[in-house]
């Protein structure tokens, strides 16, 4: 049981360019979120779908755009990164209100 | 002020040492949780709370919903108990969480 797959694990951008993280939980999970960890900052929240079809931003969602291609699977895509985007995104999902989160084990981005 | 203070916000201690970290928020909350970082590592979820008390193993997790206030204890600690500790809390039916920064904890041998 994989639990959530987030790939890749690591990716160096030059400013403009583009890339997409995929993320995937195989624990039939309805709500899936997207976060992003900077040094001093704790988690935020960049996008989130409660469930499958739906999508809803959370407090960062600039420059950012998600897909939530289906129950399993829920993308984020930087269509034309910035320095400010150097961070390390974690995508979480949860089965319901009385449910622990459950992490990927993270994406390390850096934009130069 | 932030949602969700914790403190301290760095911690070291001896092997063996009982452990506190606390967290409060300003906000009414419908669920408390506690989560543990290894350095470059993923996040884990330790507990889950909204009301009273949780034990497993060597953690422990209380919280008083009129206080605003949950500790995490560690009893025994290990140098493998040294993590970030990460309290969230969710309010009402939104399934969004709003996180602390963090308590930074090193177990010497």
């Known amino acids: 049981n994989a639990g959530v797959t987030q790939t890749p694990k690591f990716q160096v951008l030059k400013t403009g360019q583009s890339m997409t993280l995929q993320c995937a939980q195989d624990?039939?999970?309805?709500?899936m979120y997207w976060y992003r960890q900077d040094p001093g900052m704790g988690l935020r929240l960049i996008y989130y779908s409660a469930s499958e079809g739906t999508t809803d931003k959370g407090e960062v969602p600039n420059g950012y755009n998600v897909s939530r291609l289906n129950k399993r699977e829920f993308s984020l895509r930087l269509e034309s990164a910035a320095p400010s985007q150097t961070s390390v995104y974690f995508c979480?999902?949860?089965?319901?209100?009385?449910?622990?989160?459950?992490f990927g084990n993270g994406t390390r981005l850096t934009v130069t | 002020k932030n949602e969700v203070e914790q403190s301290p916000q760095n911690l070291t201690a001896q092997e063996g040492e009982f452990i506190t970290i606390n967290c409060s928020y300003s906000?009414?909350?419908?669920?408390l949780h506690w989560l543990q970082q290894h350095p470059g590592g993923g996040i884990v979820s330790l507990f889950m709370?909204?009301?009273g008390k949780k034990k497993h193993g060597r953690l422990i997790a209380t919280i008083n919903i009129q206080e605003k206030h949950s500790s995490l204890h560690i009893t025994a600690s290990h140098p493998r108990d040294s993590a970030v500790y990460i309290c969230a809390v969710r309010r009402g039916s939104n399934y969004k969480l709003t996180f602390g920064k963090g308590t930074l904890l090193t177990v010497n041998p």
């Open positions: 709370l909204s009301s």
């Open positions: 906000v009414g909350i419908s669920a």
């Open positions: 979480a999902s949860l089965e319901g209100a009385g449910s622990p989160l459950h």
């Open positions: 624990m039939n999970h309805n709500s």
